[in-house]
Structures are given as structure tokens and as C-alpha cells.
């Protein structure tokens, strides 16, 4: 039996915007979150695009959603920039070749936003953020949500080394604090990775909620009050 595979190249594009620094123009904070997904997967009862609303839908919403906050805000230190990434599901490669166009040590932090349609196995009002231990990232999030309902957590699933497996891992491994913030229970989520990652199936007060929390505790790094500690460069 004769087998024939044909390679192609084809384009594949970031979605960048910036809202330029006030008073530190040269710091960037940048927040991230990835639009592509699976594609075509087998047909489950005749549907077989896989639309991923909470994979990443979700988190490029809140993307955009930040951007429209802070450019209403208008007054943000530092340089923000606002990243839909690309080939995020077959290994990172946007978030990758963004790491490459910026200088590492003029970022000093990265808020990537993955699955935050359904509420974290702490229940409501409440995300978790991968590599907790790793800088004090969480630490400044969670002090500024201080006399609110929301909390951040530690990341719960350790086993599934989340740290390097989203678009977070591509400037971590060049210091970067940037950590990834979700709701989804990863372990007992069987809408994950598949056709069944529709919009009816999220809870959008969820979605509004993490984002809220996200515009309140990332206040004082935008503002230049506050520089999360910087995460070990990957050794290769």
C-alpha cells in the first residue's frame, strides 16, 4: 500500500494592538489570549467544526474586552499590548515568534487568559493562575482584589503542567512573569478538546466576572506601582 502526503505553507497571522505608555512607554504589560482551535475533528451527530468557544473564545473576549477598558481609562504608565495569538494549539507557534519580536527584560508582565467560561473548581468568583510560586505575579493580583468576592488561586492541577502549555510558556521561558489565568476543570471537563465547545455551553457571568477581576488586580502593574519578580529563564 502506497502512502502520498503533500506539506504545505500557509500564513498565519498574530492580532496585535497597543495603547502607547503615558509615563513609561518603554515597559509593556502584555495581555494574550489564542483565536485558533482544532478545525475539523470526526463528525459527533453531524457536526465536526470544532469552534472552541471556551478554548479559546473565551479568553481572546476578555483580550478585546481590556483593550476597550483601557483605552476608555486613558491613563495607563506603561505600554499595554493587547495579542491574539495564533497556533497556540499546535505548539505555541504565535506566542513564539512574539517572543522573538520584543525585548524580554522591557516586559514586565504577561496575563494570558485560557478557558474562563465555567466556573473554577473553587467555585464562583474565583480563578486560578499557573505558576503561582514562580514570581509574586499572583500575589499583587490577589492583594488588589482585596474587599471583593473574587479570589485567584494556585494552580489545582500540577499534573497537567499547565505552566508550558499555553501561550504564557513562550516569554516565561525568557523571564517573563507571564502566567496563565483560568476557571476550567481541566480534569473532569469533557467539552475540552472537542466539538461539544459551544457557546450555549458557557456561563457568561463567569466570563464576566473573571474579567472584571482581571481589570481590577492588573491596576497597579498597568499604573507602574507595582513589578512582579521575574521568572528563571528556561535553561536549554
Do not use: C, W
Amino acid at each position: 500500500m502506497l502512502f502520498r502526503s503533500e506539506s504545505k505553507e500557509l500564513p498565519a497571522f498574530n492580532i496585535v494592538g497597543t495603547i502607547p505608555g503615558k509615563t513609561r512607554p518603554n515597559e509593556y504589560v502584555v495581555f494574550g489570549g489564542h483565536y485558533d482551535h482544532l478545525g475539523i475533528l470526526p463528525p459527533v451527530k453531524g457536526d465536526s467544526i470544532a469552534n472552541g468557544a471556551d478554548d479559546d473564545a473565551s479568553g481572546t473576549t476578555a483580550v478585546i474586552t481590556l483593550a476597550k477598558y483601557y483605552k476608555k481609562l486613558n491613563n495607563n504608565a506603561r505600554t499595554l499590548v493587547f495579542v491574539a495569538f495564533t497556533g497556540e494549539e499546535i505548539g505555541e507557534l504565535g506566542s513564539q515568534h512574539f517572543a522573538t519580536t520584543v525585548e524580554p527584560d522591557k516586559v514586565v508582565a504577561m496575563f494570558n487568559i485560557e478557558m474562563i467560561g465555567k466556573p473554577s473548581k473553587f467555585g464562583q468568583n474565583s480563578a486560578f493562575i499557573t505558576g503561582f510560586d514562580r514570581s509574586d505575579f499572583g500575589k499583587i493580583l490577589q492583594k488588589n482584589l482585596e474587599g471583593t468576592p473574587f479570589k485567584f488561586y494556585p494552580d489545582p492541577y500540577p499534573e497537567q503542567d499547565l505552566f508550558y502549555r499555553s501561550d504564557n510558556a513562550s516569554l516565561a521561558e525568557v523571564g517573563v512573569p507571564a502566567h496563565t489565568i483560568s476557571t476550567d476543570q481541566i480534569d473532569i471537563d469533557k467539552l475540552y478538546h472537542t466539538v461539544g465547545d459551544e457557546i450555549q455551553t458557557l456561563d457568561i457571568d463567569n466570563i464576566v466576572a473573571t474579567i472584571r477581576a482581571i481589570a481590577l488586580s492588573s491596576g497597579t502593574i498597568v499604573s507602574g506601582k507595582d513589578t512582579p519578580t521575574r521568572v528563571p529563564k528556561l535553561e536549554r
